[in-house]
């Protein structure tokens, strides 16, 4: 088997988009979510705030690559492109058969589907329809624009679960690498902002309400007074690559794939379930070949919703107690869905190469319900070497992934 590293990092994120931008946020505890303009005017919605994405610029993409690309698809591509830089890549590999693309979303760009729609109800017909319409409505269109922005020749798969989506993403990845189909992977995933995202969360109760006119306090994962998840948008890239690649042409190596696990409740739609949450755990662990022990951070899923954050914290109580450091980063960017887990990812590989582990935004008073483990509250410096970072989604669907530091 392959061993698996990664080789570059890109981001868009209401924090920053920029590695040393998003770490500087984290360390300062910014929050990124705001009043959205609009929003108190749509009927019935109880929500107005969210983590919106600024200050990149898409002309970065060539005008041809953007006409097919809706805002996901946009700030996917960004960041990939930063990543790819990082990474040192040139455009040779990039663009040969050894090069693949697993990316994904929630669904397609949201702005988009609105006006399809939209203009399909009002004519009745298709005549206000665009050409380039379905590429930016499709549910791979994510990963079908960066893959032919890139040019790559290899396999390209296109998860689409929601919150789950980008871990299992790089999850596939690293075993597509590990098993010897590909020698590089471009993983992760975007989700653009939508009112109707946000609707989604509230009709079920589970998007935070109470605190719309303060909204850098909210949400408050873990905490006795939290209120639900705020929605976001966002974006991230990694870049895949088997070990012994990246190491022949001197490519800096920014930490290791270890292992990964994905598995469903088989239980309910919206209902977190910790037994669910153990398995996806314990099989990334089986997969890392280590024990809990070994793991030095845990970073949560953490929404903020009031069943989801006592389902995992349950779940992790059973694993380790309180030995192990928890902390969950959706306090400073609200929930960015399908591009959550890459996020999560670039953040806990921050976290190791800075050895520093960053506090869970806006965790005052921990609910008892979710005692019983680590909560860490204020940043602690020591050394990480491994971590643990899982999300769960809807329809029961859990990822886990084992990282590691390079030269452990």
């Known amino acids: 088997m392959k061993r698996v590293v990664i080789t570059g990092m890109g981001i868009i994120s209401p924090i920053g988009n920029s590695l040393k931008k998003v770490f500087e946020s984290l360390v ?67 663009q040969s058969s050894d090069t693949g693309v697993v990316m994904g979303s929630t669904t397609g760009s949201g702005t988009n589907i609105e006006q399809v729609f939209s203009d399909f109800s009002k004519t009745k017909g298709i005549s206000l329809l665009e050409g380039t319409a379905f590429m930016k409505i499709m549910s791979h269109s994510v990963a079908a624009n960066v893959s032919a922005m890139l040019k790559t020749r290899g396999r390209v798969l296109s998860p689409c679960c929601a919150c789950a989506t980008s871990t299992q993403a790089i999850g596939e990845g690293f075993e597509i ?34 605190y719309c006119k303060n909204p850098s306090v909210t949400p408050k994962p873990f905490d006795l007074h939290r209120d639900g998840l705020v929605v976001s948008e966002g974006a991230g890239a990694v870049i895949l690559e088997e070990y012994e690649h ?47 022990r070994d793991i030095d951070y845990i970073n949560a899923h953490a929404t903020g919703t009031l069943k989801g954050d006592i389902a995992e914290a349950i779940a992790i109580k059973s694993l380790c107690d309180d030995h192990i450091p928890v902390s969950g ?7 960015t869905l399908a591009a959550s ?5 670039i953040f806990s590989i921050l976290m190791m190469n800075h050895n520093t582990i960053i506090p869970t935004l806006n965790l005052e008073t921990i609910d008892p319900a979710c005692a019983g483990i680590f909560h860490v509250q204020k940043i602690i410096e020591k050394t990480v070497n491994r971590v643990m970072t899982s999300n769960f989604a809807f329809g029961g669907i859990n990822a886990t992934l084992i990282l590691q530091k390079n030269h452990v």
């Not at 020698?183 to 902002?193: P, Q």
Request: aromatic fraction near 4%; charged fraction near 25%; charge should be negative.
């Open 28 to 94: 300062n505890e910014v929050s990124g979510i705001k009043i959205i303009k609009g929003w108190d005017e749509i009927n019935g919605l109880n929500v107005n705030i969210a983590g919106s994405c600024d200050g990149f610029d898409e002309k970065r993409i060539d005008r041809k690559d953007r006409r097919t690309m809706g805002s996901m698809a946009i700030m996917a591509s960004l960041a990939t492109l930063d990543a790819l830089n990082l990474s040192g890549l040139d455009e040779k590999i990039i």
């Open 177 to 210: 690498i590990k098993n010897g189909y590909q020698k590089v992977m471009v993983c992760g995933g975007a989700d653009d902002l939508h009112p109707s995202t946000a609707a989604v969360f509230d009709v079920l109760h589970a998007a935070s309400r109470n």
């Open 246 to 292: 990246a190491k022949n042409r001197n490519a800096t190596i920014l930490g290791e794939i270890k292992g990964y696990s994905t598995c469903c409740d088989g239980e309910h739609m919206t209902s977190p379930q910790s037994d669910g949450m153990i398995r996806s755990m314990k099989g990334a662990l089986e997969s890392a070949n280590c024990h809990i």
């Open 329 to 335: 980063t959706k306090g400073y960017t609200g929930h």
């Open 341 to 345: 887990g890459v996020m999560e990812v």
